[in-house]
């Protein structure tokens, strides 16, 4: 079986005959954008697309530990995060314990099924945010606002009160920005791209659930520390540095996200080699 089968295999039974999870994530990322509406966006004069995806990636703004400041969890940016990387971490494995293994057998290559894993993953994690892409843009058509990936400065100064002066530099009352469409769109694809592959590495060791729990630390990590040693950050479109002084630079957040879904494939390659599926529960 050549590596482009193996791929059309996890594409319709990790992907097509995963559907259901889809549908939720679509009822999900209806509740985002009515959360939206009748909150951030409520005063808004335009709602443009950049405005809802800013809204869902912002995250929040760097915490200060000191008396009196309480750590507000940015629940919705987590759940954004963590539902597609609880969406790729079984399958692989589950996969393994059911036809998968005759599927892996009569491929005759263990580094083929890998890496179309990997493949698997990285276009579902890509699937999930386009759907979200969809769901925003279908409220921009429906409701008066546009499809431009401009962020509204009132916008911007509701979640971030003391924003850097190059934001009043921008002339009316969008803010375009290439530097913050990169943060917006493609930092959360990545980063969810390179965890997913990462517990897919970690689950040849530990409990799928074990290596869940490790991407989600780090991701409750970043929300507590703005350091750029944690991924997490990369994905908060509040904290790109064109906003506020202490911001991660989204240029270094995909060569570190590259780095760490590279490595996790390799490393996962390597030990899958050797791996005895013959035990696997």
């Known amino acids: 079986m050549t590596f482009f089968r193996l791929c059309k295999y996890d594409f319709k039974n990790g992907m097509l005959r995963e559907g259901l999870k889809y549908l939720i994530s679509l009822v999900l990322f209806l509740g985002f954008?009515?959360?939206?509406?009748?909150?951030?966006?409520?005063?808004?004069?335009?709602?443009?697309?950049?405005?809802f995806l800013f809204y869902m990636t912002a995250g929040m703004e760097e915490y200060i530990p000191m008396p009196g400041n309480v750590f507000m969890f940015p629940a919705l940016w987590m759940l954004l995060m963590l539902v597609p990387l609880y969406m790729t971490l079984y399958y692989p494995f589950k996969d393994l314990t059911e036809y998968g293994k005759n599927v892996l057998v009569n491929s005759k290559s263990r580094s083929a099924w890998w890496l179309s894993k990997c493949v698997w993953a990285v276009a579902s994690v890509f699937l999930y945010f386009l759907l979200l892409w969809g769901v925003i843009a279908l409220f921009c058509l429906c409701g008066g606002g546009t499809l431009s990936l401009g962020v509204s400065k009132s916008l911007i100064y509701k979640l971030i009160p003391m924003p850097?002066?190059?934001?009043?530099?921008?002339?009316?009352?969008?803010?375009?920005?290439?530097?913050?469409?990169?943060?917006?769109?493609?930092?959360?694809?990545?980063?969810?791209?390179?965890?997913?592959?990462?517990?897919?590495?970690?689950?040849?060791?530990?409990?799928?659930?074990?290596?869940?729990?490790?991407?989600?630390?780090?991701?409750?990590?970043?929300?507590?520390?703005?350091?750029?040693?944690?991924?997490?950050?990369?994905?908060?479109?509040?904290?790109?540095?064109?906003?506020?002084?202490?911001?991660?630079?989204?240029?270094?957040?995909?060569?570190?996200?590259?780095?760490?879904?590279?490595?996790?494939?390799?490393?996962?390659?390597?030990?899958?080699?050797?791996?005895?599926?013959?035990?696997?529960?």
């Open 164 to 281: 850097v002066e190059n934001v009043y530099a921008f002339s009316g009352e969008m803010i375009v920005s290439g530097k913050l469409t990169l943060q917006m769109f493609l930092m959360p694809v990545l980063i969810v791209s390179a965890f997913s592959i990462l517990q897919m590495t970690a689950s040849l060791w530990i409990k799928p659930f074990f290596s869940f729990c490790i991407s989600a630390g780090v991701l409750v990590l970043s929300a507590y520390y703005l350091h750029p040693a944690f991924l997490g950050n990369y994905a908060m479109s509040q904290r790109n540095s064109m906003l506020i002084q202490n911001g991660v630079d989204c240029q270094i957040g995909i060569v570190f996200s590259v780095v760490l879904l590279v490595l996790s494939c390799a490393v996962g390659l390597c030990a899958f080699r050797r791996y005895d599926i013959l035990n696997k529960e």
């Open 33 to 51: 954008c009515i959360g939206f509406v009748c909150t951030k966006g409520s005063n808004l004069n335009t709602r443009t697309f950049g405005d």
